[in-house]
Nanobody
Framework: QLVESGGGLVQAGGSLRLSCAASGRTFSSYAMGWFRQAPGREREFVAAISWSRSYTTYADSVKGRFTIFRDNAKNTVYLQMNTLKTEDTAVYYC???????????????????WGQGTQVTVSS
């Protein structure tokens, strides 16, 4: 089970940190990803991290502003979001994948488990 938290309302230029807490003993063996979905749009990839934290990948739209990291001792993955823009407004989802392949981590079909999402709203 994956449970996201940390969403909210923030002004453009501000920061938020999202958390995704996972239950179960095998969290450290899963790659983790963040996706987002704005109203009327497809769910899109944001970032992913390998189980060992050695590899990360980001969507071009968030590179240099967002950072994904994880604490396997706490079964938690985070998304630090800085310099937020109004176009970052969306519901953010975390997801778990049994494998990490840089070329395909942006595909929703790579993920086995999903959280319920947390709303992020960036105002101008």
């Amino acid at each position: 089970q994956l449970v996201e938290s940390g969403g909210g309302l923030v002004q453009a230029g501000g920061s938020l940190r999202l958390s995704c807490a996972a239950s179960g003993r095998t969290f450290s063996s899963y790659a983790m990803g963040w996706f987002r979905q704005a109203p009327g749009r497809e769910r899109e990839f944001v970032a992913a991290i390998s189980w060992s934290r050695s590899y990360t990948t980001y969507a071009d739209s968030v590179k240099g502003r967002f950072t994904i990291f994880r604490d396997n001792a706490k079964n938690t993955v985070y998304l630090q979001m800085n310099t937020l823009k109004t176009e970052d407004t969306a519901v953010y989802y975390c997801a778990a994948s049994r494998e990490f392949t840089l070329a395909t981590m942006g595909l929703t079909t790579k993920y086995d488990n999903w959280g319920q999402g947390t709303q992020v709203t960036v105002s101008s």
